[in-house]
């Protein structure tokens, strides 16, 4: 009697078999697979970075200024400044949105928000030659910056962190000649 060999053998194909053969498995796993490595890998690589209440934001994104004019919360100035004025950031704004102040005024901004802000003049499109100041930089919670304004009219004012500009964080600083 003879035997069949293994080729002319059609017993049932294995489940495992079947689901490597099968397109909507390969569109999965080629989906998926990357995704969930690379959400490992990010994961892997960011536990040692920095937390966003322990570094100033440009720090995380490697665009923090050298001569960031700076206080951090723990050594932040108090809020009342001799002979100038204090204007908040809180909610994403600056209050107050319009200020009148007499030239020769020290305005100190000093962010009450627990994220960063940056304190920058005119608007992100503004001439760096048409600038009264090189912006603050990003400070954070309880960080304070200061500029005195000499010169009169009205000088547009807006936070350059990373998409505040564009939430609406702006204010204009008018300065009146001192009628002394």
Do not use: K
Request: contains cysteine; aromatic residues 10%.
């Amino acid at each position: 009697m003879a035997t069949q060999g293994r080729a002319g053998h059609a017993g049932p194909v294995p489940a495992f078999q079947r689901m490597l053969d099968s397109i909507t498995f390969l569109v999965l796993l080629g989906v998926f697979f990357p995704t969930g490595l690379y959400t490992v890998w990010s994961i892997v690589e960011l536990r040692d970075l920095p937390s966003f209440g322990d570094a100033r934001h440009g720090a995380l994104h490697g665009t923090l200024p050298a001569a960031a004019a700076t206080t951090r919360a723990a050594d932040a100035a108090t809020t009342a400044v001799p002979g100038g004025v204090t204007v908040e950031m809180r909610a994403m704004a600056f209050s107050p949105r319009t200020l009148e102040v007499p030239a020769g005024t020290t305005v100190t901004w000093i962010n009450q928000d627990p994220f960063d802000h940056a304190v920058a003049y005119g608007t992100p499109d503004t001439p760096a030659a048409e600038r009264l100041f090189e912006g603050s930089g990003d400070f954070g919670q309880g960080g304070t910056f200061s500029f005195t304004f000499d010169a009169p009219g009205t000088h547009d004012i807006y936070c350059s962190t990373i998409g505040h500009y564009a939430a609406g964080m702006v204010m204009a600083v008018v300065v009146v000649e001192d009628a002394r």
